[in-house]
C-alpha cells in the first residue's frame, strides 16, 4: 500500500489491492508545508551510512540529521527541535530509553520511535510510554518510509503546537473509573482469562487503544495489523499484559471532578453503543461482516479525542462545553474554533502515534466528515458517522448537541432511505429493550 499524502479508503481487506482509485481520505495538506525535520541516532555507523543512502529520496521532504550517540543527539536537540526522532535502543553510553526520556522532557511534542534489533520484554517495559512506535531490525526500507510518512502525514493537519504537545506526551488514557478498577482486579489475578479480559477491554475506548497499541507494535513482532481488541489479548497473552500493567501504568482512571461539564459516563456509553450499531449497519444491512468488526472497533476509538481534551486541557475544555451548550453548536465545531482542530483530529494523531492501522486512523480523523473519503460506497468512516448520527438522534443524552447525519453524504452513498428505516428500527429496539429491562 502506498502511503503518499493520498491515501486508499478505508475498508480494504488486509493485503488486498486497492479497489479502484486513490482518494484523499484526509483533507488535502496545507499548501506549502515546511520540511519534516527527522534525527537518526545509532552507534552504527553502517547503519547510518545505509539510512543516509536510502532515504535520500525524501530529502525534498524531510530535513534528516544523523549522529552517533545519545550524547551527541542530545546537544543537537538542545539547540533545535524536531518532528521525529528515530533512535537505536542499545547504544554505549546513553542507550534509546534514555535519550527519548530526555526529548519527552525537552519537546514533548516530538515523535519518538525506536529502530531496534532487540525485543525482550524487560526491554519492552522501559520504552512503554517513552516511545510512540518501535520497529524491529532489520525493518524494510518500505516500512520505516511508511511509519514516517504516516504520522507526519496526520501531524501535519494537527497546527495546533499545544495539541501535538498533549498527544505527544501521553503514555496511557484514562478509562472510566469502574472499568479501570476491573481491569486492575482481573489484571492482578492469577486465574485471570483472556475472554475475560478481553471483555472488559472491548467496552471502554482507552483500554481498547492501549491494547490495540501493544498488540500492533513490532514490539512483539506479529505479522499482521491487529483491528479487534479480542484479537489484540489473544495475540498478547494474559501473562504479558499482566507484567506490563505491573511494571507501567499502562491504563489509569479518568477523575470525574477534572472538566466540568464532561460526563466520561456519557462518552462511554455512546461510544459502545455507536459501535454496537456500526457493527449492525456493516454486518446485516450493508452485508460486510468484515466491515462490521472494523467499524465496532472504530467506533470505540472515535471520539478518543474528547478524553484527550477532557484529560489534558481541562479547563479549557469545559469552556469549550459549556459554548457547545449555550449555543447549541456541535461540539466539534465549537473545538475547531477554538484549537483549530476537533476531537477528530486530535484522536486520530494520537492513534497515529501509537502506531494503529490506517484504516482505523482515517475512520477516526474523518467521521464527522466521511464525504473527504471520496468513495461512494460507505466506506470505514462513513458507517461510524451514520451510526455516530443514529445514537444521537435515538438516544440524545442530556446537554449534549447531536451531531446530525450530513444529508450530502446520505444522498452520495445513496443510503437516504435505509437510513430512515434504521432509525426506526434502532429506536423499536431499543424501546424494545427498555421495555424487557
Ligand atoms: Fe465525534
Ligand atoms: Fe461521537
Avoid at 462490521?292 to 471520539?303: I, N, P, T, V
Wanted: aromatic share 6%; with cysteine.
Amino acid at each position: 500500500m502506498r502511503l503518499e499524502t493520498t491515501q486508499f479508503c478505508c475498508d480494504r481487506r488486509p493485503g488486498e489491492e486497492p479497489l479502484g482509485r486513490e482518494v484523499p481520505c484526509l483533507p488535502g495538506p496545507p499548501a506549502a508545508l515546511a520540511k519534516t525535520r527527522i534525527l537518526f541516532v545509532d552507534d552504527e555507523p553502517s547503519m547510518l551510512r545505509v539510512l543516509k543512502m536510502a532515504l535520500r529520496s525524501m530529502a525534498g521532504a524531510w530535513d534528516m540529521e544523523f549522529v552517533n550517540s545519545g550524547e551527541e543527539a542530545l546537544l543537537l536537540v538542545e539547540q533545535k527541535a524536531f518532528d521525529v526522532i528515530v533512535t537505536d535502543m542499545r547504544m554505549p553510553g546513553m542507550n534509546g530509553a534514555q535519550l527519548l526520556n530526555h526529548i519527552l522532557r525537552l519537546h514533548p511534542h516530538t515523535i519518538r520511535i525506536i529502530l531496534s534489533g532487540y525485543s525482550d520484554l524487560s526491554e519492552v517495559v522501559n520504552c512503554v510510554g517513552l516511545t510512540h512506535q518501535f520497529l524491529e531490525k532489520p525493518c524494510s526500507l518500505d516500512d520505516l518510509k511508511n511509519c514516517l510518512k504516516r504520522v507526519t502525514q496526520v501531524k501535519s493537519r494537527l497546527t495546533n503546537e499545544k495539541l501535538c504537545e498533549l498527544a505527544g506526551s501521553l503514555k496511557n488514557l484514562p478509562s472510566l473509573p469502574e472499568l479501570y478498577l476491573e481491569i486492575a482486579e482481573a489484571l492482578q489475578s492469577p486465574t485471570a482469562s483472556a475472554q475475560r479480559i478481553a471483555d472488559i477491554a472491548s467496552k471502554d475506548p482507552a483500554i481498547s487503544a492501549k491494547l490495540l497499541q501493544l498488540s500492533n507494535s513490532a514490539f512483539f513482532g506479529f505479522s499482521h495489523k491487529v483491528f479487534s481488541v479480542d484479537e489484540a489479548v489473544q495475540l498478547l497473552g494474559v501473562s504479558v499484559i499482566q507484567s506490563l500493567a505491573m511494571a507501567v501504568p499502562i491504563f489509569s482512571s479518568f477523575s470525574r471532578t477534572k472538566c466540568p461539564g464532561f460526563h466520561i459516563e456519557q462518552v462511554w456509553e455512546h461510544s459502545l453503543q455507536t459501535a454496537i450499531l456500526a457493527r449492525r449497519i456493516a454486518g446485516h444491512h450493508l452485508d460486510d461482516s468484515f466491515l462490521g468488526e472494523q467499524a465496532f472497533c472504530a467506533s470505540m476509538l472515535h471520539d478518543l479525542g474528547k478524553l484527550i481534551l477532557a484529560d489534558g486541557l481541562p479547563e479549557e475544555y469545559a469552556a469549550v462545553l459549556q459554548e457547545s451548550r449555550d449555543t447549541r453548536t456541535p461540539v466539534f465545531e465549537v473545538e475547531r474554533k477554538h484549537f483549530q482542530a476537533t476531537h477528530a483530529e486530535v484522536g486520530a494523531y494520537l492513534l497515529a502515534l501509537w502506531g494503529l492501522p490506517m484504516p482505523l486512523i482515517e475512520a477516526v480523523a474523518n467521521h464527522h466528515h466521511p464525504r473527504r473519503c471520496g468513495l461512494q460506497e460507505p466506506c470505514l468512516a462513513g458507517v461510524v458517522h451514520l451510526a455516530n448520527a443514529l445514537q444521537h438522534s435515538v438516544k440524545p443524552q442530556p446537554h449534549v448537541v447531536p451531531s446530525l447525519a450530513d444529508p450530502e453524504y446520505l444522498r452520495y452513498v445513496g443510503l437516504e432511505q435505509q437510513f430512515q428505516g434504521w432509525r426506526a428500527e434502532f429506536s423499536a429496539s431499543l424501546a424494545e429493550a427498555a421495555h424487557t429491562a
